[in-house]
Structures are given as C-alpha cells and as structure tokens.
C-alpha cells in the first residue's frame, strides 16, 4: 500500500504561482503523476516523473510553466506551477504506480488539493 497526502493548494492571481507537494509513504512505486479534474471536465494528466530516473513529462498545456521534481530522501514529490490561468483551476491530485498518462495506470491516489486561480 501507499499513502498519499498533498498540499500546498489554494487561491492565486494569475499570473501567479503556487507549489503543490505530494509526501508519500508505504511501498516503492515506479512513477508518480499529478492529474487535474475541473469541474465538469475529465481528469487530466498533468505531469509524471519516474521516481529512480528522474524523468519527466509534460502535458502541452503546461509544458514551460510546471516542473514536477522530487525529493528522494523526503519521499515527496512536487509541482512548481509558474505563469497560472484561469484555465488551470482544478483539484489537484497527486498519484503513484506504473507510469504514464493515463488514470488506470495508477493504483494510489491522494484526497486532491484545491487549486483556484482568479482573473
């Protein structure tokens, strides 16, 4: 099993910033992702890093304005959201297991973090 716990959400101008962290407990896990939901919308990948290489990956919307990172010996994970929208308001949620970008592909997931970004 793995446990996993966010924070870091909240209310932001745009053009803002904001960092989200993910602190993870349990078993290892291959990957880690951050996916959003919007209200009436589908769950959205965001970003993804696999934990023992430090890859990365980026959903268009958010190539050059987030970077996932992680901090091994903290088991956390996070994500640096520059340059914030409208568009990007959303709970956030952080998740672990197999990689890529598709929700399946993760056992785990965090309660979600509430991000909300005013015009």
């Known amino acids: 099993q793995v446990q996993l716990v966010e924070s870091g959400g909240g209310l932001v101008q745009a053009g803002g910033s904001l960092r989200l962290s993910c602190a993870a407990s349990g078993r290892n896990v291959y990957a880690m992702a951050w996916f959003r939901q919007a209200p009436g919308k589908e769950r959205e990948f965001v970003a993804e890093?696999?934990?023992?290489?430090?890859?990365?990956s980026y959903a268009d919307s958010v190539k050059g304005r987030f970077t996932i990172s992680a901090d091994n010996a903290k088991n956390t994970m996070y994500l640096q959201m520059n340059d914030l929208t409208p568009e990007d308001a959303a709970v956030y949620s952080c998740?672990?297991?197999?990689?890529?970008?598709?929700?399946?592909?993760?056992?785990?997931w965090g309660q979600g973090t509430q991000v909300t970004v005013s015009a």
């Open positions: 998740a672990a297991g197999l990689g890529g970008r598709y929700p399946s592909r993760y056992a785990w």
């Open positions: 890093i696999v934990w023992s290489r430090g890859t990365t």
